[in-house]
């Protein structure tokens, strides 16, 4: 297999040194690591076609295992003392099977997070050893039939029976059975389960306390698999995508548990019935609660984006050498990646996977600081940027998986070509772990109260800084010769660039609390909030594009290597135009940039696709994802470098080929 050379800015570089320069060492070894690992054993990435659930689990349930017991860095261990090198592993397991990066996180950035951040050291020493080592498989049963992002109600029970030292887990309607749990409806042998926590008062001992959710360890199997007496389990059976993960249904039926259960890091119940927490406000409890469970949208956002560096392989090493039409009065075609519809669709993902590549490594950055410093601004700060992260990055993948099937026409209707099950598979990312709009409306949310915060002469969170700038900025008057500029040199200003995202949030986060002022004058707060919705879940997104193009730019200025930055400079200017451009509207809407220089920014885009475009095979090429681990025949490595062979494994994958000495030339297979 050659190396695939450049014809573009990175004429003389290699794709691992992209590699090394946008991943660095330590994480381009490890994702080498577990890519070997399933190349040694090939019988872990074989699902049969039109395989049930319960091979497909099985599957998974084998491929979870075997990582565990190889000798490989144990995933646990990894994300609680190196997360940025877990989070690295959910980047790599998302081609290898969603499924199974589903299920990583089920038991450990979930059942295992939850019991050693919501919990104690009693609790840490009595699980940590069975979670690491898949002993004790869990569930984390939080969303109920009736209650999912609205967590504060949810209406699972656990009321303390003072007389017998325990907690007593129930269901009290069919709304409050647990639903969608992961590893529940096979696997799990226990759950953290939230419930609100009900106490009787002291002085009045039929009167109930409700104390709001809180999280309890509950056994839900015995050692025989079976479920415990007052668990009843049900399979939520087949599922869009995502069967190998065994979601199931829990119901509680007067189950005890002994008051040691409770995670109480944030609150207590002592042996009498009294409870006791630091954080006096229930809403500070509930949010301290919630933060801690913050990696699982941090290990979403990573995983959503090696689904879409998978697939940007794929739709841009299919257009390379997929020939179709020429020159009238030729016999010669041209590849489809050469026709500038296709590069226009094609390319800003293709900046799009680099940029959010960076900045997921500033929030892993973040949340490793966070787990050491306890900061509450952090802890704020991440939840938030985890938050609007998750929800921008995977609705982006959503939409991209569905051009990228597009751009490979027919072939990637193909089951065997993977876009179709990547796009299954990936679609729920959008709504577990919080629902992307509900999670932007924490952004949002956020948003407005660092601006609150910022006419207050108060204190400003490390990613929402640039506001303090740039509100100054905003209400200044627009300087007609930058509104008008037209001159590449200054639309690729990254000054400019980053100059006109942040004016955007500024300018969008100014005018939604103008009009949430405006509408709470007139009805109360609720309605108020929901009729400027679309305005705040915009601000959401702009703000995010704008942290995500600052972390891109530093990254351009901070690369050392000479041979790789200029492509990557290409990449960041594409990323950054291509936002301008799809919000073009916004912007001159606001006079920020006239028309004469939005035809300008559209003519540098499509400029900036093409020279991308004689890049892109090494730039693909430098996700490193392994022939045995992408399993696109359309698009495998060992092909591309050999046209004529090109459909080969495609045509072998089908029952066509049994031999690749077999040659097609001059043979007339017809009606035969």
């Keep these: 297999m050659g190396e695939i050379k450049a014809q573009g800015t990175l004429a003389g570089c290699t794709a691992e040194a992209v590699q090394r320069c946008v991943d660095g ?4 070894e490890l994702k080498r690591t577990v890519y070997r690992f399933y190349e040694e054993r090939p019988e872990l990435l074989q699902l049969p076609d039109g395989a049930t659930k319960e091979q497909h689990r099985e599957l998974v349930r084998r491929q979870l295992h075997a990582i565990v017991g190889s000798g490989l860095p144990n995933p646990f261990e990894l994300f609680l003392e190196r997360p940025e090198l877990y989070f690295a592993v959910a980047d790599a397991a998302a081609m290898v099977d969603l499924s199974l990066l589903i299920k990583l996180g089920v038991q450990y950035t ?3 997070s939850s019991v050693i ?5 009693k609790h840490e020493k009595k699980y940590r050893k069975g979670i690491a080592t898949l002993e004790i498989p869990g569930c984390f049963a939080m969303t109920e039939l009736r209650h999912g992002s609205n967590v504060a109600m949810l209406q699972t029970e656990a009321v303390f029976d003072n007389k017998t030292d325990e907690f007593i887990i129930q269901t009290p309607n069919e709304g409050a059975i647990k639903w969608w749990i992961g590893n529940a409806a096979e696997d799990g042998k226990m759950a953290t389960v939230f419930a609100r926590l009900k106490i009787p008062k002291k002085e009045e001992s039929t009167v109930i306390q409700d104390l709001g959710v809180h999280a309890f360890i509950v056994p839900i199997r015995g050692t025989d698999n079976l479920p415990l007496p007052g668990i009843e389990i049900r399979d939520c059976g087949y599922k869009i995508g995502l069967n190998g993960i065994d979601n199931g249904a829990l119901r509680f039926h007067q189950v005890r548990i002994p008051r040691e259960n409770l995670l109480d890091r944030f ?10 927490t630091e954080l006096k406000q229930p809403t500070q409890r509930f949010a301290a609660t919630l933060g801690e469970l913050v990696s699982g949208r941090v290990a979403l956002a990573c995983g959503s984006n090696g689904v879409l560096k998978g697939a ?7 257009g390379a050498h997929r020939q179709q039409f020429g020159p009238p009065g030729t016999m010669e075609e041209v590849a ?5 519809t296709q590069q226009e669709k094609l390319m800003p993902i293709l900046a799009s996977s680099f940029a959010f590549t960076f900045a997921n490594k500033h929030l892993v950055q973040l949340y490793k600081d966070m787990k050491t410093n306890k900061n509450p601004e952090l802890v704020a700060d991440v939840h938030s940027l985890a938050a609007g992260l998750k929800a921008h990055i995977t609705r982006f993948t959503a939409g991209s998986l569905n051009t990228c099937r597009e751009c490979c026409g027919g072939h990637g209707y193909a089951t065997i070509n993977r876009l179709g099950a990547l796009r299954s598979d990936h679609d729920i990312f959008q709504t577990f772990e919080g629902d992307n709009t509900v999670l932007m409306q924490q952004v949002a949310a956020d948003l407005l109260k660092q601006y609150k915060r910022k006419f207050a002469s108060g204190g400003i969170a490390a990613t929402w800084t640039y506001l303090q700038e740039q509100m100054t900025i ?5 300087n007609p010769l930058v509104t008008h500029s037209t001159d590449e040199w200054h639309l690729r200003d990254q000054s400019f660039l980053l100059h006109a995202l942040r004016y955007r949030t500024a300018r969008l986060v100014h005018t939604a609390a103008l009009r949430l002022r405006k509408e709470s004058s007139a009805t109360n707060s609720f309605d108020a909030w929901n009729m400027c919705l679309s305005h705040l879940i915009s601000l959401a997104h702009a703000h995010i594009e704008a942290v995500i193009a600052e972390k891109f730019i530093k990254a351009v200025r901070e690369c050392k290597d000479l041979s790789v930055k200029p492509a990557l400079r290409n990449l960041c200017d594409l990323y950054c135009l291509s936002r301008i451009w799809d919000d073009i509207g916004r912007f001159s809407m606001e006079d920020y940039v006239a028309p004469s220089k939005a035809r300008a920014i559209q003519k540098l885009v499509i400029k900036l696709c093409a020279e991308v475009r004689q890049d892109a095979l090494l730039l693909v090429d430098s996700f490193g994802i392994p022939d045995h681990i992408l399993r696109a025949p359309i698009a495998l490595q060992g092909n591309v470098n050999s046209a004529p062979d090109y459909y080969d494994a495609y045509l072998r994958a089908v029952g066509f080929v049994t031999d690749s000495e077999i040659s097609f030339t001059g043979t007339d297979y017809g009606n035969h």
Excluded: P
Excluded at 25 to 28: A, D, I, Q, S, W
Excluded at 312 to 318: G, Q
Excluded at 474 to 478: L, V
């Design 117 to 121: 951040n919501l919990g104690t050291k």
């Design 336 to 340: 489809v990646l050469d026709y500038q």
């Design 110 to 112: 979930l059942w295992g």
């Design 474 to 478: 905003f209400f200044a008057e627009k």
């Design 312 to 318: 940007i392989t794929i739709a841009v090493r299919y």
């Design 267 to 276: 609150a207590q119940v002592a042996r009498d019935g009294s409870y006791h």
């Design 25 to 28: 060492e330590t994480v381009l």
